[in-house]
Structures are given as C-alpha cells and as structure tokens.
C-alpha cells in the first residue's frame, strides 16, 4: 500500500457497499486500505489494525444500520479520533451520526451514487489543519442537540427539546446526560436521599420521545400507591389523547413530533411537568 493511503472503516454487512465505493474511489487513485484485501495470512488482525489507524493520512467511514450497531466499527473511529486523524463519512440509511461523529463532514450516499463519489472526492481535498477534536462517546448539552438536529424535523425537535431541558434546568437538582447509542437526559431530584428521575427526553432513533418512568417517581411519597401511579398517568395520557397506555405500563413516553403539534400542547406538557415536580417535593 503506497503512503498516504485512507483507511476505509466499515461493517461486514455492507460489503457490497464498501467494494462499490472503494472501486470508485481507487479508479479516480484514492489509495484506499481496506482489509478485506490488506491483511496477509497468520498476521495479527488487531495489532494489524492498529497500525493500519496509526498510519493513515485519514479514514473514511462508511456509516449505515449495519455500522451504527458495529462495535468494530465504532473502536476503529474512536481511535482514529483520538489519534487526531481525519474521519470523512460516507453516509447511508439516512441515519442519524453516532455523537463521536456528528461534527465531521458526511456525503449522503443514500440516493445518487456518482453524485456522492463526486462530493466525497472533493472532501478529500480538505486542508490538513481541519478541527479533528474528537468528541466524547457519551452525550453532553452541546451533542445531544446536535444529535437531535440530524433527524427528521431535527431543527424542530431541537428547539422543543432545548425547551424541556430549559425547564429540566430549573426545576431539577440535577440534569444528567447518558446513552451512548440512545442519547439521553433525565431531570433528576433529590429527596430524602432518593434519586428520583422527575422525566426523561431520549433521543430514539425512530422516534424521539418525553419519557417517565413511574417505578422512579414511585420513590416519592405522592406516588407511593398504586391509585396515584394510575392517575398519573391518565394525566400523561392528556397531554396527547391520541396517545394511551395499558395500566402496567412503567415507562410511558410521549413522541416529541407529537408534541409540536402546537404550542398548546407544549404547554400542557410543561404543566404536567410542574406538577409532577410539585408533588414529589411534598
């Protein structure tokens, strides 16, 4: 392999997605290192690896469903990044960029492939002093939005999440941010040296939802019995009448495209917010 190469990160999965973009890429002379065929026989695969990370100009990944649920995948980048190389993305599936990615530049292959090539042969170019922080695996305020951005609607659903965090903010002791693969921040109160989670906004892939998880609000006095669990949540159930639970449902969880549906309904939420925190500090 002649130096610089780009080593092509990948799942096994989309093999033929990787062999289609590798040919492309090596017909217009992108020396691409991919191992499918840059391993020789009885070498030390990991140790391989590695090297291969630690001696390429950049990477380039190719990110799908496959590749989001890879772990190899998911090593190979980290790396790269703490290594502060150059990650380039070549994106499929219309998916979502796990966090560690959001801020490099991606193509969009899910629709014109010789378009993408295009653009991803124009990216290569990039000057060498490019920003190649790598950001953390778990979630903070400024990637858990951005995360959000990415999707369907994104720009809306940002905004409306930036609004529950607002109010996470000044009703909870604490606003906690987790979830590697499925971002995460949870309005978290202390009383009487209970944890208690007053709500949660997650970032699912499909479909990103306000959730409550009743066996944590339990903890508190107000919703100790089973009558008052129940209440609760025919009030959750309010916000959006379309939207139902069956009795034993721990964890309800209100959609966030649903929620903007209008401003009245955020404002029904945010209510039931209120008083959700209102009635644990009794």
């Given at each position: 392999?002649?130096?610089?190469?780009?080593?092509?990160?990948?799942?096994?999965?989309?093999?033929?997605?990787m062999?289609?973009?590798?040919?492309?890429?090596?017909?217009?002379?992108?020396?691409?290192?991919?191992?499918?065929?840059?391993?020789k026989g009885?070498?030390?695969?990991?140790?391989?690896?590695?090297k291969?990370?630690?001696?390429?100009?950049?990477?380039?990944?190719?990110?799908?469903?496959?590749a989001?649920?890879?772990e190899?995948?998911e090593?190979?980048?980290?790396?790269?990044?703490?290594?502060?190389?150059?990650?380039?993305?070549?994106?499929?599936?219309h998916?979502?960029?796990?966090?560690?990615?959001?801020?490099r530049?991606f193509?969009?292959?899910?629709?014109?492939?010789?378009t993408?090539v295009?653009?991803?042969?124009?990216?290569?170019q990039?000057p060498?002093?490019?920003?190649?922080?790598?950001l953390?695996?778990?979630?903070t305020?400024?990637?858990?939005?951005?995360?959000?951005?990415?999707?369907?609607?994104?720009?809306?659903?940002s905004?409306v999440?930036?609004e529950l965090?607002?109010?996470?903010?000044?009703?909870?002791h604490?606003v906690?941010?987790s979830?590697?693969?499925?971002p995460s921040?949870?309005?978290?109160?202390?009383?009487?040296?209970?944890?208690i989670?007053l709500?949660?906004?997650?970032?699912?892939?499909?479909n990103?939802?306000?959730?409550?998880?009743?066996?944590?609000?339990?903890?508190?006095?107000?919703?100790?019995?089973?009558?008052?669990?129940?209440?609760?949540l025919?009030?959750?159930?309010?916000?959006?009448?379309?939207v139902t639970?069956?009795?034993?449902?721990?964890?309800?969880?209100l959609?966030?495209?649903?929620v903007?549906?209008?401003?009245e309904?955020?404002?029904?939420?945010?209510?039931?917010?209120?008083?959700?925190?209102?009635?644990?500090?009794?």
């Amino acid at each position: 392999m002649p130096s610089p190469y780009y080593f092509f990160s990948y799942a096994h999965r989309d093999k033929d997605r990787m062999r289609a973009l590798v040919d492309a890429l090596r017909e217009h002379d992108v020396a691409v290192w991919v191992d499918e065929d840059g391993l020789k026989g009885g070498a030390r695969w990991l140790h391989e690896l590695e090297k291969k990370i630690r001696g390429c100009q950049a990477m380039i990944v190719l990110m799908s469903a496959a590749a989001r649920e890879s772990e190899w995948v998911e090593r190979e980048t980290l790396l790269a990044l703490e290594l502060r190389k150059l990650v380039f993305v070549a994106r499929y599936d219309h998916i979502p960029l796990p966090l560690h990615l959001i801020n490099r530049q991606f193509i969009p292959f899910e629709d014109e492939f010789e378009t993408a090539v295009a653009q991803m042969l124009a990216a290569l170019q990039l000057p060498e002093d490019e920003d190649t922080t790598a950001l953390p695996l778990r979630p903070t305020e400024d990637t858990f939005f951005a995360y959000l951005a990415q999707m369907p609607q994104g720009e809306k659903l940002s905004l409306v999440a930036r609004e529950l965090y607002h109010e996470a903010s000044r009703v909870a002791h604490d606003v906690v941010f987790s979830g590697k693969h499925t971002p995460s921040f949870q309005a978290r109160l202390k009383v009487a040296d209970q944890d208690i989670t007053l709500f949660a906004v997650t970032a699912y892939l499909r479909n990103p939802a306000v959730v409550f998880n009743l066996d944590s609000l339990a903890k508190a006095p107000a919703y100790h019995d089973e009558k008052a669990q129940s209440a609760l949540l025919s009030r959750i159930e309010e916000v959006l009448p379309e939207v139902t639970f069956s009795s034993g449902r721990r964890r309800p969880a209100l959609p966030l495209r649903d929620v903007l549906q209008s401003a009245e309904t955020l404002e029904a939420l945010l209510a039931l917010i209120s008083d959700i925190h209102q009635a644990v500090l009794r």
